[in-house]
């Protein structure tokens, strides 16, 4: 049971973070490209926008990662019963 609570805690944590890993990741090859066609190789050209980015997605994934994970230990601590034995 142990290890099925840890798997299930394991991919909930994996889907809640998703999101926010696909949209910095899709940021930072985006700005990269536009490094490379602009021939711009400032870091701070690079760091800023994705930090801006990252920041915007967490704003708005905030509220969807919480109620996930929220749904999540409720879910546990209602089964706490059935873990018990």
Do not use: C, E, H
């Amino acid at each position: 049971m142990v290890v099925d609570i840890l798997r299930q805690a394991l991919m909930m944590t994996f889907w809640a973070s998703l999101p926010i890993l696909a949209i910095g990741f899709i940021a930072g090859v985006l700005l990269s490209l536009v490094q490379i066609v602009t021939s711009m190789q400032d870091s701070a050209f690079s760091a800023v926008p994705r930090l801006a980015v990252f920041l915007f997605g967490l704003v708005l994934l905030l509220p969807w990662m919480l109620n996930k994970l929220v749904f999540y230990t409720i879910s546990l601590f209602g089964d706490l019963g059935r873990y018990a034995r």
